[in-house]
């Protein structure tokens, strides 16, 4: 899966969570949106497995400098991203996916850093690129491939 | 391809980025005003009127 894609997985999984939380269902059966919300949870999971790893790759292709610190901080990716999918992943064990449980969620802490470090990253990556190359093509988030190679 | 510096994703990440920092504030809100309502309830606190009224009486005896 390509970088672009798991952000924009995750992206849309937490836009999507923040929808159903504010429709008060009690279960994610009977309703469309309760259909749709483990799709969305599982699509999340997938997106977060091997997350920082797709990053890693992108970093050593790319030779941003000084590699070490972009390191460090793609550890701390590591660690958000398995702390949220073990929050996604408990909430998809449960029998009811009810809009408060999506909610506490979406409160979660662990969520809210890994989003916020992709945020970073994602600018750094752009910002990084634009720097070595004066030729103004954006990347980062959208415009790195799971090899770490430009597809534009 | 899309660009993750089109307008939908900006205002998605804008979007997502104030739900993380507004409930962050509204959160803080919550605890300051819980604090001071804590403070104005002070004397429900269970047993603070007896624990008053047992003063007052050792004050007149």
Redesign the interface.
Known sequence: MEIEERCNTIEEGYEFMLAYAAQGLPSDEGSRSGGEVREFLNRMVNALNGLAESYETAVWNEGLEPPEKYQAFLDVLDRDARDSLAAIELVLVQPAISSQLVDNLNASIHLRALLTDLFLVDELLKTQSQAADLVAIPFGCERLTHSGGRTA | ?????TPK?VS??T???G??AG?AAVASANYLFRASTFLGQQPQQPGSSTRVHHQKLQAKG
């Open positions: 391809m899309t660009n993750g510096d994703a998605r990440r979007f997502i980025k739900v993380i409930s």
